[in-house]
């Protein structure tokens, strides 16, 4: 999935990207349209001090929600909301081994934010995830951000999907782009 922040159009997007393979830096554009920040908070329950860790991404790589009828929306939140609980985390402060929560926030917003779902699994065995995701044309992420200063950079439009067809060892992959208001189908 490609959505596009609100803020700007698709033309812009598409003469940078374009532009981008004119430029010597191509690595400054590409970080420049799709870059993001993810932010790790660990709060010590023994101290209550907090630590932080920022990971960069080029694409929000999420689960596929346990539901039979399941929406990116489920995804995002699964991935953001879930407790992730530390056993054994020894706390830099106090330096006191502890069981702990990590809780994930976005601390920058790419231009153009790029979503992958995990459909294949290969452990224990070998299969494709084929459930059902539904996704909006429209797609806000202001519960997941970490600071009221992204407020008005949190909102997307979808641009584009890649739809995969087939099994784990072999398929097809189908795009469907859109320009000007039209989508078309790209195989």
């Given at each position: 999935f490609f959505f596009f922040n609100d803020t700007a159009t698709t033309e812009i997007y598409?003469?940078?990207?374009?532009?981008?393979?004119?430029?010597?830096q191509e690595t400054a554009c590409i970080d420049n349209l799709f870059t993001g920040m993810i932010t790790s908070k660990i709060?010590?329950?023994?101290?209550?001090?907090i630590s932080?860790?920022?990971?960069?991404?080029?694409?929000l790589?999420?689960?596929?929600?346990k539901k039979q009828k399941s929406s990116i929306q489920d995804s995002l939140s699964s991935f953001f909301n879930e407790d992730k609980v530390i056993e054994d985390y020894r706390c830099e402060k106090c330096e006191q081994q502890t069981k702990t929560q990590r809780n994930l926030s976005l601390s920058k917003l790419p231009e153009v934010l790029v979503i992958h779902f995990k459909r294949f699994?290969?452990?224990?065995?070998?299969i494709k995830i084929s459930d059902q995701v539904s996704y909006p044309l429209k797609l806000t992420l202001q519960e997941y951000i970490?600071?009221?200063?992204?407020?008005?950079?949190?909102?997307y439009k979808l641009k584009a999907v890649c739809v995969h067809s087939g099994t784990i060892s072999n398929g097809h992959y189908v795009s469907f782009s859109q320009r000007r208001n039209k989508w078309y189908m790209f195989n």
């Open positions: 598409t003469e940078q990207i374009v532009g981008s393979v004119r430029c010597v709060i010590c329950s023994n101290c209550g001090h932080k860790a920022h990971d960069p991404f080029l694409d790589s999420l689960p596929v929600a699994k290969h452990y224990p065995s070998n970490e600071e009221e200063s992204l407020k008005d950079q949190c909102k």
